[in-house]
């Protein structure tokens, strides 16, 4: 399955922005898509993750309560709905896939799209 994540900017903080990933390939439903962050000299972290049927989703603590993940298996298209976003959130986002079950480590993901980049200014 080929990932390509969208949607990054510039955004003030207490802004929104939603990233969309966008995936090709066959049974996408299938898997359980992942949301990481990477900022500049840190090491890329668990943002969020969504069950192949979206049963089920878990958030990393940073983002509790004001990201949301959501997925539309007819588009193939898995959402990251960020809101009240703070500085500390700026950072490269991307988005992973792998069969389930759901898992949060960075290295058990098989597919990888590439970054899009959120800034939040202050």
């Known amino acids: 399955v080929q990932l390509q994540a969208s949607g990054g900017g510039l955004v003030q903080a207490g802004g929104s922005l939603r990233l969309s990933c966008a995936a090709s390939?066959?049974?996408?439903?299938?898997?359980?898509v992942g949301w990481f962050r990477q900022a500049p000299g840190k090491e890329r972290e668990f943002v969020a993750a969504?069950?192949?049927?979206?049963?089920?989703?878990y958030y990393g603590d940073a983002v509790k309560g004001r990201f949301t993940i959501s997925r539309d298996n007819a588009k193939n298209t898995v959402y990251l709905q960020m809101n009240s976003l703070k500085p500390e959130d700026t950072a490269l986002y991307y988005c992973?896939?792998?069969?389930?079950?759901?898992?949060?480590?960075?290295?058990?993901?098989?597919?990888w799209g590439q970054g899009t980049l959120v800034t939040v200014s202050s």
């Open positions: 992973a896939a792998r069969l389930s079950p759901l898992v949060i480590t960075t290295r058990q993901y098989d597919y």
């Open positions: 390939g066959r049974a996408f439903s299938s898997y359980v």
């Open positions: 969504i069950t192949s049927s979206a049963v089920r989703t």
